[in-house]
């Protein structure tokens, strides 16, 4: 059953495929934008590794600047890591909308196959019938040319009785001059 399903979604899916390269290319570049936001993050993270060993001051110590720097690039950090979070819940909303479309054409299918099977079954049971009210007229018929036959039969063989009835008499007188 899965594996029909799974045939007429692909069948489907084929049918409306302008449809889904534009939920698809939708989708891509939804993707493309996450991955360019956690590319900028991990460039932005290796930064604030370099800032955190950073040390400007003299003797080699860190600064207050130095510190100021590293919590600049971890704020810019959180503030990507926010933009993914909203990009992502984009991405995510997309996929359920293609779950979404994925069960409607599904169950339509679904319907589709059901009405198909009835129809099926209505139709084989109307074949039925008619097969049978077939096979009893086809029965019935034979049985009118059987009773034809006979008849025909029967009326042949009163009609040669009668024939010779009417030729007996005649040929009965010369037979009686005889004896």
Do not use: C, W
Request: charged share 25%.
């Amino acid at each position: 059953m899965r594996i029909a399903l799974l045939t007429l979604f692909t069948l489907l899916l084929t049918g409306t495929e302008l449809l889904a390269q534009n939920d698809s290319s939708a989708y891509q570049t939804q993707r493309l934008k996450i991955n360019k936001l956690l590319d900028q993050r991990s460039e932005s993270f290796g930064q604030y590794e370099s800032s955190l060993g950073a040390r400007s001051g003299i003797f080699g110590l860190k600064t207050k600047r130095d510190m100021q720097a590293s919590n600049d690039i971890l704020r810019q950090i959180v503030l990507t890591d926010n933009d993914i979070f909203s990009e992502l819940k984009v991405l995510l909303d997309y996929k359920d909308l293609e779950k979404t479309e994925v069960q409607t054409r599904a169950e339509t299918v679904e319907g589709r196959i059901e009405r198909y099977q009835s129809t099926i079954t209505r139709l084989q049971q109307e074949n039925q019938k008619l097969r049978i009210e077939s096979e009893k007229h086809i029965a019935y018929q034979e049985k009118q040319f059987n009773y034809l036959i006979l008849l025909i039969i029967a009326l042949a063989l009163s009609a040669f009785y009668i024939y010779k009835q009417k030729k007996l008499p005649k040929g009965d007188t010369k037979g009686s001059k005889n004896i």
